[in-house]
């Protein structure tokens, strides 16, 4: 059974950082690509941030400025974010992102990230 437990999130000035933790139990530790996503107030989850194979990929809009690694010891997943901007308000959720596609599929309770001006 998978749980997912985000932490590390709070308010934050603009240009300020955070790093965001994911861990839990569950096979997603050992899947071959997991995600950092976000929802922020009346729009859609989207991803932001996956680490497969080896590689890494972000959305064009935190590019540069999210990292995302994973320390298979801890069974831990890491998203740094540099240069918080006011658009990166949001819920952060991490998941397997194959699993992420299915409806319904299961969601930790996230961690809130709020950036003020």
């Known amino acids: 059974q998978v749980q997912l437990v985000e932490s590390g999130g709070g308010l934050v000035q603009a240009g300020g950082s955070l790093r965001l933790s994911c861990t839990g139990s569950?096979?997603?530790?050992?899947?071959?690509?997991i995600g950092w996503y976000r929802q922020a107030p009346g729009k859609q989850r989207e991803l932001v941030a996956m680490l497969a194979g080896g590689s890494t990929e972000y959305a064009d809009s935190v590019k540069g400025r999210f990292t995302i690694s994973k320390d298979d010891v801890k069974n831990t997943v890491y998203l740094q974010m540099d240069s918080l901007k006011l658009e990166d308000t949001a819920v952060y959720y991490c998941?397997?992102?194959?699993?992420?596609?299915?409806?319904?599929?299961?969601w930790g309770q996230g961690t809130q990230v709020t950036v003020s001006s």
């Open positions: 998941n397997d992102v194959t699993r992420a596609l299915v409806k319904g599929a299961y």
């Open positions: 569950g096979s997603i530790f050992s899947s071959p690509a």
